[in-house]
C-alpha cells in the first residue's frame, strides 16, 4: 500500500470513528423511552441532550412569540436601546428557564422575536418571559398608623350609606373593617373593598406619601385571603441591588415553606444595615412588579445583606421563577405578546415523516441514475453518498446546530449534490481512458482535471448558504448552515474517500474499471 494510500486511509477511519461517536449521543437519546429520562440524573440527561442533533420548533413542536416593548413611559434617553436591553434580559431569562436552543431574534424597532421548541408548559413560559420583575423593599406604615386610617375610611363609609340609604336599619356599622379576618380580606370581597376606596373624600385620608398593596393570595380554612398594606411610596432599595436569588425550603414559620435567598451588592449592604437599623420592629414589604411578595418584622440590624422572601405555601417551583427573574433582572419596560402561536408536536412527527420520506425518494432515484450510468464507480459513489449523511448529522450535532424542515430540505438538496463532485470525477476518468492512459494514470489525472471545477461549482453555492445563514433568521438560517456542511463533506468524500478507493483498486494491478 503507497504511504498516501495510507495516509488517507488512517485520516478516514478517524473521521468515521468520531462521527460514530458524535451520533451516539443522538442515537442514545432518541431511543430513551421517557420513563426512563425520568429516571436518570437530570444532569446526565442535559449532556445528552446538548450533544443530540437537537430539532427546531417546526420539528419537536413549541411556542412561537412575538413581544413588543412598550417604551411609551419611557424618556427619550431611556428609550434607546431599550429593545436591545430587554432582549438580552430574555435571553438570560430563557437559558435559565432551560430551553434547548431557542431563538430569540430583533424584528422591528420595538419587537423581539422567541421561538421555544420543545416547550410544554406554556403558561409558565409566557409568565417568565412577560414579567417586569420590578423587585422595591418599602416600608410598611406602621400598626396603629394603619388601623387609624382604616377606622377613619370606615367611618366615613358608614356615614355616606346611612346618607344615601330610604331604611337606616339596614345599614350596617364597620362596613368596611366587617370585611377584615385575620387582618385579611377574602378574595370574593376585593371588588366591595375598593369600592369603599373610591368612595369621595377617602382618598384625602390615606397620606400622600403612603399607597396601599395587596400581599400574595394566601389560603385561609379553603378560601384565599389577600392582605392590604399601606406601603410607604418611597423606594428603600431596588432589584439592582441584589447580586443573587437563590430558591430554598425552609422559613421561620414553616419549616417546609418555600422561599427565595436574596443577597445583596456591598454598596447595597451598608444602607440595608442602616435602613434596617433604624426600623426595629417594623415591616418591610418586598415587593414585586407592585404585589407584595412578604412582609417581615425587622427583628433586628441587618448587617450581612441577605434577606428572604418568604413564599408562604406556594410550589417550590415558583420561588424557583421568583429567583430566576429576580437574578436575571428587570426589564426596562413593560412587554406585551403581540402574537403567539404553539406547533404542536404531532405536526412536528408529520413534517419528520414527509422529510424522511422525501430523503428516501430522492436518495433511491440517485442510487439508481448512478449504478446504471456508471457501473461500478457509480454503486462506488452510492456507497460514499452514506458517508455523507454521517457526516453532516455528525457534524450538525457536534456543532449544536438546529435540524428544522428546511434543513431537511437541505439534506435532500445535499443528497442530490452528493454525488456532482463524483460525476465530474469520473467524467474526466473516462476521457483519460479514451485517450489510452493507462487505469493508474486516468485516476491521477481525472481527479487532478476536475479538483479545479469541483471547487469553483462549490464555492459559490457555499458562500450563498453562508450569506443565508448569516442574515437569515430561523428556517432560512438552518437551511443555509445545512447547506455549507453538506457542501464541505461532498468535497471531502468525494476528493478522499472515492480517491482513496479508485487509488487502492489501482494499486491492485487491475487494469480496467467500469466506469
Known amino acids: 500500500m503507497r504511504p498516501k494510500i495510507r495516509v488517507s486511509a488512517i485520516i478516514i477511519l478517524v473521521t468515521l470513528i468520531l462521527a460514530a461517536w458524535q451520533l451516539s449521543y443522538t442515537w442514545r437519546y432518541v431511543k430513551m423511552s421517557p420513563e426512563k429520562k425520568e429516571l436518570i440524573p437530570k444532569s446526565a440527561l442535559k449532556k445528552l441532550r446538548d450533544k443530540a442533533i437537537r430539532l427546531g420548533l417546526d420539528l419537536q413542536g413549541g411556542m412561537h412569540i412575538v413581544l413588543e416593548v412598550d417604551v411609551s413611559k419611557l424618556t427619550e434617553d431611556e428609550r434607546k436601546g431599550a429593545r436591545d436591553r430587554a432582549l438580552e434580559i430574555l435571553r438570560n431569562r430563557i437559558d435559565q428557564f432551560g430551553v434547548s436552543e431557542p431563538s430569540i431574534a430583533k424584528q422591528s424597532a420595538n419587537r423581539i422575536v422567541i421561538q421555544l421548541p420543545g416547550v410544554v408548559d406554556r403558561v409558565r413560559a409566557k409568565e417568565l418571559i412577560g414579567r417586569t420583575a420590578q423587585l422595591e423593599f418599602r416600608l410598611i406604615e406602621k400598626g396603629e398608623t394603619t388601623d387609624e386610617i382604616l377606622k377613619k375610611i370606615d367611618e366615613l363609609v358608614y356615614k355616606k350609606q346611612l346618607g344615601e340609604a330610604e331604611d337606616t336599619l339596614e345599614v350596617f356599622e364597620n362596613p368596611l373593617l366587617s370585611l377584615f379576618y385575620r387582618r385579611r380580606i ?77 443577597t445583596m451588592t456591598t454598596q447595597a449592604r451598608r444602607k440595608w444595615a442602616r435602613i434596617t437599623g433604624a426600623n426595629v ?191 437569515g433568521r430561523g428556517p432560512i438560517k438552518g437551511f443555509g448552515i445545512t447547506l455549507a456542511i453538506g457542501i464541505t463533506v461532498n468535497i471531502f468524500t468525494a476528493m478522499v474517500m472515492t480517491k482513496l478507493v479508485l487509488d487502492f483498486i489501482a494499486s491492485k494491478g487491475i487494469k480496467k474499471i467500469s466506469i
Do not use: H
Not at 392582605?227 to 414559620?253: F, M, Q, Y
Not at 441587618?302 to 408562604?312: L, R, T, V
Open 186 to 262: 377574602a378574595e370574593r370581597d376585593i371588588t366591595l373593598f375598593n369600592e369603599y376606596l373610591n368612595i369621595d373624600g377617602v382618598s384625602q385620608i390615606i397620606p400622600t406619601d403612603d399607597e396601599l398593596l395587596w400581599s400574595k393570595p394566601a389560603e385561609i380554612e379553603g378560601e384565599r385571603y389577600l392582605e392590604p398594606l399601606l406601603v410607604k411610596k418611597k423606594v428603600c432599595l431596588k432589584g439592582d441591588a441584589i447580586v443573587d436569588a437563590r430558591a430554598a425550603i425552609g422559613t421561620p414559620k414553616n419549616p417546609v415553606g418555600s422561599r427565595v435567598d436574596l
Open 281 to 471: 420592629g417594623r415591616r418591610i414589604a418586598i415587593v414585586l412588579d407592585g404585589i407584595v411578595q412578604s412582609a417581615p418584622v425587622v427583628i433586628e440590624r441587618i448587617a450581612g445583606g441577605k434577606s428572604m422572601i418568604e413564599m408562604g405555601a406556594s410550589p417550590f417551583k415558583e420561588a424557583q421563577d421568583l429567583a430566576l427573574i429576580i437574578r436575571s433582572g428587570a426589564l426596562p419596560a413593560p412587554v406585551k405578546i403581540v402574537e403567539e402561536r404553539s406547533v404542536g408536536p404531532s405536526l412536528g412527527i408529520d413534517s419528520i415523516k414527509s422529510g424522511v420520506r422525501s430523503m428516501y425518494i430522492g436518495g433511491i432515484a440517485v442510487l439508481l441514475f448512478m449504478i446504471i450510468y456508471y457501473a461500478a464507480c457509480g454503486a462506488l459513489a452510492d456507497f460514499i453518498l452514506f458517508f455523507n449523511i454521517l457526516f453532516l448529522l455528525a457534524i450538525l450535532s457536534g456543532f449544536s446546530a438546529t435540524l428544522t424542515l428546511p434543513g431537511i430540505a437541505g439534506i435532500v438538496l445535499v443528497i442530490g449534490a452528493g454525488v456532482d463532485a463524483n460525476v465530474l470525477i469520473f467524467e474526466r476518468i473516462r476521457e483519460e481512458l479514451a485517450a489510452g492512459k493507462t487505469t493508474r494514470a486516468a485516476i491521477d489525472a481525472g481527479f487532478r482535471r476536475a479538483f479545479r471545477t469541483i471547487i469553483d461549482a462549490n464555492v459559490t453555492t457555499f458562500l450563498i448558504a453562508i450569506i443565508l445563514y448569516y442574515f
